[in-house]
């Protein structure tokens, strides 16, 4: 199988950038949300449509980002 459908996008959940990449693999849509910097990855999901996984994907990242405490330098 090959992926299909290949798209990325850039967006801010609970203050922190995050990189969203989606994708089709045969009838099943995935997406990945990875911090920018340093590229941690925050959620993996998969759904039967693009926005079902990536719906999935931007709440797991932002029950994360939300417990991820700030410092001041």
Not at 19 to 44: F, K, M, Q, W
């Amino acid at each position: 199988m090959k992926v299909e459908e290949h798209q990325e996008r850039r967006l801010e959940i609970a203050g922190w950038p995050v990189h969203l990449t989606s994708y089709r693999i045969g009838e099943t849509y995935h997406c990945t949300a990875d911090n920018v910097s340093p590229g941690a990855n925050l959620a993996r999901t998969s759904g039967a449509t693009r926005e079902e996984a990536e719906n999935k994907a931007i709440e797991r990242a932002g029950e994360r980002l939300k417990q991820t405490h700030r410092h001041a330098v």
